[in-house]
């Protein structure tokens, strides 16, 4: 292809002078996809797919972030994604890129195994996850995204009809800082006890019946739901910070409705 | 920014001939967004932001299309998007393209007007609309899609619970290919219609134990609004054939379910 | 469909003591379509279709948003989206919501009138558009976010390759903090000039000349583009904190590039 | 939750008549998510997560289809997803659904492992796949469609102008009857081989030069890779007719390019 051999160096203008002195927070990759090993409580580990972010910060003196070395981190990267496999894969980051902050986002489904009330049948619900790092010269911070699927029914609705209550299916968003070790279920639970009922794959008449019955002794507002997550936030122990909110796919509307808590425990109120 | 001056001829490598003689069933631009004038039964016309695709056949002796041309089409239409003045357009990029096939498609959000069912009070639901044209040596053939969101109660969860049933919103996404003329709105009432419910953007409190009431008075499964609404569309008169599909976002689950009706009145079945 | 007569007042829910007395940040409504009427430096205003999120924040005591107000603040909201209209529906939402807090979004396409290089022809190009208001006690805050395609051309490539360098379509996405008044025009520019190209809808050969020789003249990372945009955002005096993030397609890559540069004017550094 | 006791049999509104007597096309669940195997050429298997559709058709004597039936016959599939498993998938469904037809549509990630060109390094790129199958009386239809990222340089571009060409990133989008057994492999690398160049998740600067200089000197219109592409679909023995699209992110423009060629060989033309 070219005649020029492979053995000259070729020039590294990554390394040049840029034009405007300005540090950059982040510069990376986007939107990689490569097989993940998560952390499952039931059986150890779960393989997913997931779609990959990862960056350094850039000083002003430096032209530009050597780009595929953030992609051999990542193809070297074997582990279960745990908080300390984490570090690690951050810490080569910023060895290799000597860079002073590392960054990783990894966003994957995770399916969660759950039984039916009534028969008690096997299924699979699948969550959107998101864990974030960063590594600088401070420490690792971690975030933890979830976005469980949960059935709210409408109380204003079952107060004012003389028959049913529409009900819909909504998404409990939960965005928070994680202090070490945690597992993606507990929050997927924080999130489906939090509502008028969980979702399922797999019901069978005996189970519909159930799932209905329950979600209609259990009314509640976006507002409802929020708050019941919240409330179990703020006392666990390992949630520095969150935001929780709960969009509804309101059945009566083209649509949604929603509510945001946002709470930080490590700032005085 | 060069040097060779501006009039002389730039060689124009599309009317070149390609390596591989295929001819090309459709060669264009995707993804181009303009303000669009649709009709509208109540108000004459009703602005919006479409995103279009337009394309040509290419024979198998030129290399490439003039997309550019398409490009000045576009911006040369300035008319209300109907019948007529689509046929215009695709007439003219037949003849600017030298094309024997022309091909164009509109998609935009549709706003409807509606009033509440109690109060009366107005409000807007949106549509998703697709306004598709083909114009070749036999004529123009027409496609029409919309995808427009109802409410549905289930039929066997109301039957076996003692209380409540699951409802959930719900699309009606019709595909139609239509014989000349044709209101937009015509096919959002025969979606709304064909449901458990509409649904609205305002509901005051009467309004939405209306709404409530009058949905669990008509409980449906997909396959019943798909039923409902295929009945409707083989008597309309301008509808040559059809696909018609419901897609709830059921409030039990965390997955869709759907049921899909397809027709065509220009066979012999 | 009911026999209750219409004038016995239907119980308030909302309006009941919650279960769990935390006050809630934001709760309201997402995803509400609507024409609207946004500010064009050279039209006076521009007609498009705005998808909408309107938010209170809710006091402790309360269970529920009266969430068929927001709807019909919206309804009657019909003047061009400025910094003093978004304050007048804002002030009209706090005060029917008895809310002291008031939040609304408005995401909308942007269509940018521009000509051609050489030809002058005109086109118009797509930004996505984003305009957040809050009002509070302490007055009125206004986010802008602008999203526009640019071209970047690879310095690496051009310097290690016998010939060409790989491009690719890049994205520009601001977000500000704005004081007072703005043209979207300004920002759309500013991401324009600040990347190796503008992009054009409509580009005849001569057009597509000069873009090519142009972007090939001013090759860039993503991290120059970022440079480059965050410098003139420094001396923008309406500007209070940005993010500004350039994202490329990179065309050697199946992922993407990109940088960001965070910077907050009001805080001390 | 409910006094019923659970033995007494709940009825089956399913089984029921339907108030219309029209045949259903297709009546199932859509997007439930899934690990799935998939066959790799290099290691056998492949674990990915797939979001999966699964249908039946449905007599004019039927209310409703039994979808929790399709949930179990997916949790019971643990087998490598290939022709003959899918058969036995949807031979169950026919069987346990009383349908006559049946059918599956799989959608997943792909991960090809790729060693860049120069150093041999080794990378992943992703390829969106899908396989749909289907089963009636008269036996197995199996579909294939991937979507494969590449590069095209413009030639048009090249020829005017004094310097580089604008290259981008595009999709070939393959979709295919197929006639028995197959690689998702095969179909990748007759798209990468009808671009201008592949693409890599891992260049070293080496590569970076390879990758460039070789995309330069393979110039093609989208039109001149969906030709490519068809020659050799046309020419593949288990390829019974196809439509291959090609659209490119124009590195020029806000809006896309494509070009698509459909052929089905089992018609006489």
Redesign the interface.
């Known amino acids: ?4 051999p ?1 053995f000259i160096p ?5 390394m040049e002078q ?3 002195a ?14 993940l090993l998560v952390q499952d409580r039931q059986e150890g580990s ?4 997931a779609d990959v ?1 990862l ?1 350094v910060d ?1 000083p002003a003196s430096l ?3 050597h ?2 070395r953030l ?2 981190a990542l ?1 070297n990267f074997d582990e279960v994604l745990t908080h300390t496999s984490l570090r690690r894969l951050l810490g080569n980051i910023r060895l290799n890129l000597l860079a002073s902050c590392a960054f990783a986002r990894f966003s ?2 995770f ?1 969660v195994r759950k039984a039916a009330p ?1 028969t008690g ?6 969550c959107a996850c998101v864990i974030e790092g960063k590594l600088d010269e401070h420490g690792q911070t971690l975030v933890l995204r979830t976005a469980t ?1 949960v ?3 409408c ?3 079952m ?11 909504a998404t409990v968003s939960l965005e928070m800082g994680i202090d070490g070790l945690f597992w993606i279920e507990e929050f997927i639970e924080i999130s489906e006890v939090s509502a008028s ?1 969980a ?8 189970d ?10 259990n009314p509640m ?4 739901v ?3 997550v ?2 179990r936030l703020l006392e666990h122990p390992r949630v520095l910070w969150f935001s929780a909110e709960v ?1 509804s ?14 709470h930080d425990k490590t700032k005085r109120n």
Do not use: W
């Not at 292809?1 to 020029?4: F, I």
């Not at 107060?159 to 299916?169: D, E, M």
């Not at 796919?249 to 946002?262: D, K, Q, T, V, Y």
């Open positions: 292809m070219s005649a020029r492979p070729l020039v590294d203008v990554q840029p034009g405007i300005l540090p950059i927070n982040r510069a990376g990759i986007k939107g990689i996809k490569m097989p779960q393989a997913t797919i972010d960056a850039l032209k530009g972030t780009m595929s992609v051999e193809d994957f489904p399916l009534a049948k096997p299924g699979r619900v699948a699927p059935m709210t029914v109380p204003c609705s107060a004012i009809s003389s028959v049913g209550a529409h009900s819909q299916r009922s979702v399922y794959s797999l019901l069978k008449r005996e519909e019946k159930m799932v209905t019955e329950k979600a209609f002794s507002f976006v507002e409802d929020a708050r019941n919240s409330a969009e796919l309101e059945s009566i509307h083209g649509h949604n409705a929603f509510a945001r808590i946002e």
